[in-house]
């Protein structure tokens, strides 16, 4: 049983619906959207969501702008909460079975659970040392040895060990773009997600940058589960496994990265990957 | 830097290169089976060749998924064009090397006895050392192979020339062997295409290393 559902069920009774379920259900996804409606006060963003994203895999979501994207990562650790006009209408989103927006899921312990990496680094003005381990400091943890090993193993799951171990104590901003983008995926490693959620990580990076978080995305997907928003299809393309193509709030077509770029089935996706759209 | 989908190039490379291995083997074995007059080395010739197709058929398949999802530029990009080209060329080969196969066949199940095989050995040979070597200066990236490949390929016209001749003196001498000899210059003229295909794949390399049509670059040196 993944870390997800074992801390999610602290919070829900062990003889619910969903652990049953999950008992039955080995072939079941990580995360599945079900028949999902969400709207921002009047205005519905997304209509009837339906999606299974598969475990270890790397999920791209593609569209033009405003199609949703960010709207559907956000709903997927609940970052919407914090939206005052977020409403969901219809429908729901399970991880390991287990409904997230369940009054008895802590929506904390789930971010931690699935952590989120934003379109612009945002390291905080502290040392490379402080950011990483900033949400242990959170939870109260103050062993040095601890701190110091997930220090080391997240800034080398990051791909940016080699670049900073001989300045950990220099600030997170005098890094790079690229190596801050590192920062934050190091700092979202280090309270032991399960599932990242990524929001255009290099829309700021240069082609090497880019490069770099492409190998680590590709290195990540044997111990996480990724979610990518990107605006580059041929990013999508590259590090992806599944695409999920949006359109104005709708899910218009999901499949096999191979089978999307190759011959996707619906015209409209066709139209958007060849830059034939509008 | 290399990535992690530069691998998927490294296979195309080695399929190519498997696919070059198995046309050169069946180029050989269809000599054999004329010279041996040998019926099951014949058979295993034509059966080779739906492995060859297969390779072309993945080949295919593994350039147009690279091209879709890897976005190659400049010599990966002529890597992906030489080896659908490259490839189509072997495909050939594999085809020609059937035909004399079955060519072989036709003439050992008429039981007609013959007199000589001409130049075709000699084609043979001076055909499959171009496939060899093109092959070669596509593994070794190495340009002037390849460059002198393409003057061999006149020899092999020549002696396919002089092959037509003896073979239509031979039906004159004996016409009752019409049908040996006409399956002969069948043959000669197949092992002439191999040679043909061999020629193509030296200039789909030259392009690959150098990015410039070797048929201008021939051009410009003979006006020089
Ligand atoms: N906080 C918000 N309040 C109200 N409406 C919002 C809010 N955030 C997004 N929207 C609206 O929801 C729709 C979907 O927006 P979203 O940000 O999910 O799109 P996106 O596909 O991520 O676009 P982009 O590619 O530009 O980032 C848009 O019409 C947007 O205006
Ligand atoms: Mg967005």
């Known amino acids: 049983m993944s870390l997800v559902s074992l801390r999610l069920q602290k919070e829900i009774k062990m003889d619910t619906p969903a652990v049953d379920s999950q008992r039955v259900d080995r072939n079941r996804p990580l995360i599945r959207i079900s028949d999902f409606d969400f709207s921002y006060g009047d205005k519905q963003a997304l209509f009837d969501i339906n999606m299974d994203i598969a475990e270890h895999k790397v999920t791209a979501f593609i569209g033009p702008s405003g199609c949703g994207k960010s709207t559907l990562l956000r709903c997927l650790n609940r970052m919407n909460d914090l939206i005052e006009s977020a409403r969901i209408n219809r429908g729901k989103v399970e991880v390991n079975g287990v409904d997230i927006y369940d009054e008895r899921v802590d929506a904390t312990e789930l971010r931690k659970r699935i952590g989120m990496v934003f379109q612009k680094s945002n390291p905080f003005p502290k040392s490379i040392y402080e950011n990483v381990i900033y949400g242990l400091r959170i939870q109260g943890i103050k062993k040095k040895s601890q701190l110091d090993e997930t220090v080391e193993r997240c800034l080398k799951g990051a791909a940016l060990w080699e670049e900073v171990k001989d300045r950990l104590d220099t600030s997170g901003l005098s890094l790079s773009g690229g190596q801050q983008q590192r920062l934050c995926i190091a700092r979202a490693m280090a309270v032991g997600p399960e599932v990242l959620l990524m929001d255009e990580p290099c829309s700021a990076l240069d082609p090497v940058a880019t490069a770099k978080i492409e190998e680590l995305i590709h290195e990540l997907k044997n111990d996480y589960t990724i979610v990518i928003v990107t605006h580059n299809m041929q990013q999508a393309a590259r590090v992806s496994d599944q695409t999920a193509f949006f359109y104005m709030g709708n899910l218009i077509e999901m499949n096999a990265t191979d089978q999307i770029f190759m011959s996707p089935d619906k015209e409209q996706t066709e139209a958007y990957i060849s830059g034939r759209f509008g | 830097m290399e990535r992690y989908f530069h691998e998927e190039l490294e296979a195309v490379r080695s399929h190519l290169m498997e696919m070059g291995e198995r046309a050169v083997e069946s180029a050989n074995l269809a000599l054999r089976a004329l010279e041996q007059r040998d019926l099951d080395i014949a058979d295993s010739v034509i059966e080779g060749?739906?492995?060859?197709?297969?390779?072309?058929?993945?080949?295919?398949?593994?350039?147009?998924?690279?091209?879709?999802?890897?976005?190659?530029?400049?010599?990966?990009?002529?890597?992906?064009?030489?080896?659908?080209?490259?490839?189509?060329?072997?495909?050939?080969?594999?085809?020609?090397?059937?035909?004399?196969?079955?060519?072989?066949?036709?003439?050992?199940?008429?039981?007609?006895?013959?007199?000589?095989?001409?130049?075709?050995?000699?084609?043979?040979?001076?055909?499959?050392?171009?496939?060899?070597?093109?092959?070669?200066?596509?593994?070794?990236?190495?340009?002037?192979?390849?460059?002198?490949?393409?003057?061999?390929?006149?020899?092999?016209?020549?002696?396919?020339?002089?092959?037509?001749?003896?073979?239509?003196?031979?039906?004159?001498?004996?016409?009752?062997?019409?049908?040996?000899?006409?399956?002969?210059?069948?043959?000669?003229?197949?092992?002439?295409?191999?040679?043909?295909?061999?020629?193509?794949?030296?200039?789909?390399?030259?392009?690959?290393?150098?990015?410039?049509?070797?048929?201008?670059?021939?051009?410009?040196?003979?006006?020089?």
């Open chain 2, 49 to 224: 060749d739906d492995i060859i197709d297969a390779i072309e058929t993945r080949i295919d398949e593994e350039v147009a998924r690279y091209i879709s999802l890897r976005a190659p530029v400049a010599k990966d990009l002529r890597l992906l064009f030489v080896a659908v080209k490259a490839s189509h060329d072997l495909e050939r080969v594999g085809d020609e090397a059937t035909s004399i196969a079955k060519r072989t066949k036709k003439i050992l199940a008429s039981n007609e006895t013959y007199r000589g095989l001409g130049r075709v050995p000699d084609m043979c040979e001076l055909a499959i050392s171009m496939l060899k070597e093109a092959l070669l200066s596509f593994i070794q990236e190495e340009e002037d192979i390849a460059h002198q490949i393409i003057r061999r390929d006149k020899e092999v016209d020549a002696l396919n020339r002089e092959n037509f001749k003896e073979f239509v003196e031979l039906m004159k001498d004996d016409p009752s062997k019409v049908d040996v000899y006409a399956e002969m210059i069948f043959i000669s003229k197949s092992f002439e295409r191999i040679a043909d295909h061999a020629k193509n794949i030296s200039e789909e390399v030259y392009f690959l290393l150098t990015s410039q049509s070797l048929k201008q670059v021939i051009k410009e040196e003979t006006k020089s």
